[in-house]
């Protein structure tokens, strides 16, 4: 008899602890559900264009399809397609990997001007997420409100020349976008003094390899903390980094006060300083990027609050998470990669504990999916996307769920 | 010949670089595969070829399942005058400063306990458009051609 998973979720949370359940116990049935009719996550569309290396994991969870058994069940919404009761009626085991993609607001006065965006909002929008709305029109003064790899990611994107771009992933949409954006100046702004900046040093550094940027870092300070000491040196090293004539400033321990603007549109950031001043900068668009919440769908607040023990990823009975969803919007993939294998050792040691000697149906109870998506429906999408890209981008991505739905519904021609 | 296939990994590429090439060796060799985390310096054996694949995290450091091997080799200090090893690295050219330092670092611990490296480290860049395994295999051949006859003088 076999058990079966359903793991909601195909992120790199969901891939991994697929991969070590069934490294473990070959002969499990595991499903990975996605909203999306496309796998992968924040690999695909959160790791920026421009990191194609990161999103080399990619060839792992291919495996994860192609050997292993797991199976792909995209296009099903965990809450809207199928309750998460019935889930757990049809599996020996559910769990949430479904991450964090709702963004975090700030909560000040003038958040909702037009001109503030935020991050998630607009990655999605430059990746080409099939729920992303239009791109914005930015104007020449950006503020980027954070100091996560996240905002940084933003700020590389914004700043680098169309030259640059080259091996990305970035489609002709957004990659028009961004050589007419017409953006002069980026501020990007820390409540944190530099020291305790949650981006990574890496990231500060490859800023140094900007082509067409004139950098300044403001207030950057010392630190005797070892991790502190490595993100300032990377700041002090790219500061007077003079390339091209498009403004990069960095500054720190600011809390943003209010954003104010005329007819509707933002004009101008106000910020208090560690003293207790006053600072303002002029902006045409305002970025948030200060984290992630849950977006609407799963209950997950609820869900989290009662959980047995979150620690360990176990929600309920048989019912478990992982990745962002557990955590909250913290870590990079080889965290989830940790995370997905503790949990793995978990469900393998509570399903063997609850052998019932029934076998559950998984997904072959629910007939009703049949706008489902499989693996090698998706492997068509793929190959559409990697066929013929322009020669200077590694992918095409298919913007919309319809194009998308469309390619995995193609049959193979029979053969003459 | 017994190899000791041993990885160093972060996001699990080189865990899965590591299996692939244990399945091209296994038919005519006799290949134990092993995380780094799981093996200790007092494991080494004279009789085995060690063959490592490690990537590089951070900045130009060890990838997190080798750094308690590297630590634990730094406290015990031994002498590997008698053991073999050979290096492939996984890295990325878009940090350019450290590419595949973390294969570089982990090779010169070695030899600087004496170990002796069999062949040259070859590396393997994510950026680039090689796929590892075309690197990794010819480099694996090439690598127990030469210890088969390294380690059967020395045994
Ligand atoms: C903009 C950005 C850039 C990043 N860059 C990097 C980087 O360069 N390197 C790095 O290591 N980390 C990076 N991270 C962090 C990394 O992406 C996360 O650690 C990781 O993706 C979390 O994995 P996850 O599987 O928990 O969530 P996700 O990757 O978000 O995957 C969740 C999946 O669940 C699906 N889903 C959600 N709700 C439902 C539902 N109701 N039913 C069915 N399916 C559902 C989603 O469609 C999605 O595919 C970045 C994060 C962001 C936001
Ligand atoms: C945050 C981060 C830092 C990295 N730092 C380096 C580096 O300094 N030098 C390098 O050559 N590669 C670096 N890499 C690239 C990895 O070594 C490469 O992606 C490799 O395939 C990862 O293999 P693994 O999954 O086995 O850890 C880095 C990758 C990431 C995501």
Known sequence: ?416 | MKIMLLYGTETGNAEMLAEDIMAELEGEHEVECRNLSDFGPAEFDARRLHMIVCSTYGDGELPASAQPFAEALKAAAPSLSDIHFAIFGLGDSEYEETFNFGSKGLAELLVSYGAVQVGERVTHDASGSDMAEDLAFPWAAGIVALAEQKIGEAV
């Open chain 1, 1 to 416: 008899m076999s058990r079966a998973v359903a793991i909601v979720g195909s992120g790199p949370s969901g891939c991994y602890l697929a991969q070590a359940l069934l490294k473990a116990d070959p002969q499990l049935r595991v499903d990975i559900l996605d909203r999306l009719p496309v796998p992968y996550g924040l690999v695909r569309y959160g790791v920026a264009a421009d990191h194609q290396g990161t999103k080399a994991v990619i060839r792992q969870f291919e495996r994860l399809f192609e050997r292993q058994g797991a199976c792909f069940v995209g296009n099903v919404v965990v809450g809207e397609d199928v309750t998460l009761d019935e889930l757990r009626q049809a599996y020996d085991a559910v769990v949430l990997a479904a991450g964090l993609s709702g963004d975090r607001a700030l909560g000040i006065p003038g958040e909702h001007l037009e001109g503030v965006h935020r991050a998630g909002y607009l990655t999605r929008a430059l990746y080409e997420h099939p729920d992303a709305e239009p791109l914005p029109q930015l104007g020449r003064h950006v503020v980027i409100m954070g100091n996560g790899n996240v905002a940084i990611d933003l700020l590389r994107l914004l700043a680098k020349t169309p030259g640059e771009l080259a091996g990305s992933d970035l489609g002709p949409v957004p990659t028009d976008w961004l050589a007419g954006s017409g953006v002069e100046t980026i501020d990007i702004i820390g409540r944190s003094p530099a020291a305790d900046a949650k981006f990574d040093a890496v990231m500060i550094k490859e800023l140094a390899k900007l082509e067409g940027v004139t950098i300044e870092v403001v207030g950057a300070g010392v630190s005797d903390d070892d991790e502190g000491a490595k993100k300032i040196a990377a700041l002090d090293a790219i500061h007077g980094h003079k390339t091209g004539s498009r403004r990069v400033t960095f500054r720190f321990g600011l809390t943003p006060v209010r954003l104010e603007g005329k007819d509707g549109r933002v004009g101008e950031a106000v910020f208090q300083d560690a003293n207790g001043g006053t600072m303002s900068l002029p902006c045409s668009a305002f970025i948030t990027a200060i984290g992630f919440e849950a977006a609407a769908g799963l209950p997950r607040d609820e869900l989290v609050g009662c959980a047995a023990e979150l620690e360990l990823g176990v929600l309920a009975d048989g019912l478990y998470a992982t990745g962002w969803f557990r955590r909250g919007p913290r870590g990079t993939i080889p965290d989830n990669r940790a995370d997905a294998q503790l949990l793995a050792a978990r469900i393998l040691a509570d399903l063997e504990a609850s052998d019932t000697g029934l076998e559950k149906p998984g997904r072959h109870a629910f007939p009703q999916w049949t706008a489902a998506v499989c693996y090698d429906d998706w492997k068509r999408i793929d190959a559409a996307e990697t066929a013929s890209p322009p020669q200077d981008r590694c992918r095409v991505k298919i913007p919309s769920r319809e194009a998308m739905l469309a390619l995995a519904r193609q049959t193979k021609e029979p053969d003459l």
